[in-house]
């Protein structure tokens, strides 16, 4: 059963370009409820932890050096199909091939730099929220 909630991250290439307000205006407008948020900074054994998944991959150190390179924004976002609308509404993960008007299209720099992330499962929702928040932080 799918839920309704989805978890991202604004990376330190969208926090650092000064995008924060604007990717959280799209994404309310959106219709997407916040119920947890924090801006926070994942040091390189959180980010190798967050991305344990790709341990074995070639970008892994390259990916954990970059996501500790500054602050991020983390959230969970609560909408009907949250997992699914917040896929499209962030869009390919090569900026290039992203939709007219998603946040990758219109904040992401690079494949390697692009902006934000978003769960792509229940399940990862569930544990990446999981990572970053506390059941107290959230409303």
Known sequence: MATNRTFTMI??????NGHIGAIIDQITKAGFK?????????SPEKAGEFYAVHKERGFYNDLVSFMSS?????AILEKEN???DFRKLIGAT???KAEEGTIRNRF???IDANAIH??????????????????????
């Open 94 to 96: 090569d900026p290039t």
């Open 34 to 42: 916040i119920v947890a948020l924090k801006y926070t900074a994942l």
């Open 108 to 110: 992401a720099k690079s």
């Open 82 to 84: 949250a997992i699914e």
């Open 11 to 16: 990376k330190p290439d969208a926090v650092a």
């Open 118 to 139: 978003g769960s792509d499962s229940d399940e990862n929702a569930a544990i990446e929220g999981n990572f970053f928040f506390s059941a107290f932080e959230r409303f």
């Open 70 to 74: 500054g602050p991020i924004v983390a």
